[in-house]
T-cell receptor, first 112, second 110 residues
Framework: GENVEQHPSTLSVQEGDSAVIKCTYS??????FPWYKQELGKRPQLIID?????GEKKDQRIAVTLNKTAKHFSLHITETQPEDSAVYFC???????????FGQGTRLTINP | DAGVTQSPTHLIKTRGQQVTLRCSPK?????VSWYQQALGQGPQFIFQ???????QRGNFPDRFSGHQFPNYSSELNVNALLLGDSALYLC?????????FGSGTRLTVV
């Protein structure tokens, strides 16, 4: 079955700097890759997603890149702000099947 | 537009007991999935329901069972609770366009 590896497990950056989180997946049939942000005690919230027919997608300060050949995808956050501090999860699925396989999570801390 | 609602929010049970968790999907969503999130871990897929049938199942024992009702709401049942079942249980509803999570039920087994 699908396996998703996420790195790093913790990341600390200065406010205003960029943060990058990387994930790899094992099942070449996976074609949908969402990223979720989870604040303490709250639900995972979708922040951005990408489908396998696209190499990059951007939404304001957040971007995701996908390399299908290498089976890895990355989340990029620019101009980080204190409210970006949270745990971020990557996931992979076969669109239509809708079962999500999650990475282990990255705890991002933005230092003022 | 109501999102995904789960009840109860917190629950404490004793080892060996049984528990039922409930979920109402987001309006317009017909598929409900359940995930278990242990502390400090990513959510793990338990199973998924569509048209009142279990469509997919993750690597969880038969102690975990579920049901979907005609109005798309769903229940997760766990029998013979173990200490290791303590976790946040997340319900997620989806249609063809995306998945929305509820806030979860925090289950503590003592």
């Amino acid at each position: 079955g699908e396996n998703v590896e996420q790195h790093p497990s913790t990341l600390s950056v200065q406010e205003g700097d960029s943060a990058v989180i990387k994930c790899t997946y094992s099942d070449s049939a996976s074609n949908y890759f969402p990223w979720y942000k989870q604040e303490l005690g709250k639900r995972p919230q979708l922040i951005i997603d990408i489908r396998s027919n696209v190499g990059e997608k951007k939404d304001q300060r957040i971007a995701v890149t996908l390399n299908k050949t290498a089976k890895h995808f990355s989340l990029h956050i620019t101009e980080t702000q204190p409210e970006d501090s949270a745990v971020y999860f990557c996931a992979a699925s076969i669109q239509g099947a809708q079962k999500l396989v999650f990475g282990q999570g990255t705890r991002l801390t933005i230092n003022p | 537009d109501a999102g995904v609602t789960q009840s109860p929010t917190h629950l404490i049970k004793t080892r060996g007991q049984q528990v039922t968790l409930r979920c109402s999907p987001k309006s317009g969503h017909d598929t409900v999935s359940w995930y278990q999130q242990a502390l400090g871990q990513g959510p793990q897929f338990i199973f998924q329901y569509y048209e009142e049938e279990e469509r997919q199942r993750g690597n969880f024992p038969d102690r975990f069972s579920g049901h979907q009702f005609p109005n798309y709401s769903s229940e997760l049942n766990v029998n013979a609770l173990l200490l290791g079942d303590s976790a946040l249980y997340l319900c997620a509803s989806s249609s063809g366009t995306g998945t929305t999570f509820g806030s979860g039920t925090r289950l503590t087994v003592v």
